[in-house]
């Protein structure tokens, strides 16, 4: 089983950056996608960001980039120029198997409790 464990989120200005970061414990293999979805008010949850054990990455916005640490089994989320429409939880999930590409919430194997951004407008 896999842990994940989200941070970084908060309040921030429209226009503004933030970064989020999610940790996971607990994987075996060395093959893997992490990923982030985000779930405004009243919306469904939705792919945002991916990367694969391979550095392999994919992004809906272009003003969000993914990025990895894997000495510290950590996934980033660096958000710049941030809208109102940005104000969600964002949520890390993992995939175990490494079987890009990966944009649907059924291709994810784990999830953390999610991190609350606010952007203010």
């Known amino acids: 089983q896999v842990q994940l464990v989200e941070s970084g989120g908060g309040l921030v200005q429209a226009g503004g950056s933030l970064r989020l970061s999610c940790a996971a414990s607990?994987?075996?293999?060395?093959?893997?996608?992490m990923a982030w979805f985000r779930q405004g008010p009243g919306k469904e949850r939705e792919f945002v960001a991916a990367?694969?054990?391979?550095g392999r990455t994919d992004s809906v916005k272009d003003r969000f980039t993914i990025s990895r640490n894997t000495a510290r089994n950590t996934v980033y989320l660096q958000m710049n120029s941030l809208k109102a429409e940005d104000t969600a939880v964002y949520y890390c999930?993992?995939?175990?198997?490494?079987?890009?590409?990966?944009?649907?919430?059924?291709?994810?194997?784990?999830w953390g409790q999610g991190t609350q951004v606010t952007v203010s407008s």
């Open positions: 990367i694969s054990w391979s």
């Open positions: 607990g994987r075996t293999s060395g093959t893997y996608i």
């Open positions: 999930g993992v995939q175990v198997t490494g079987r890009w590409p990966a944009t649907r919430l059924e291709d994810y194997d784990y």
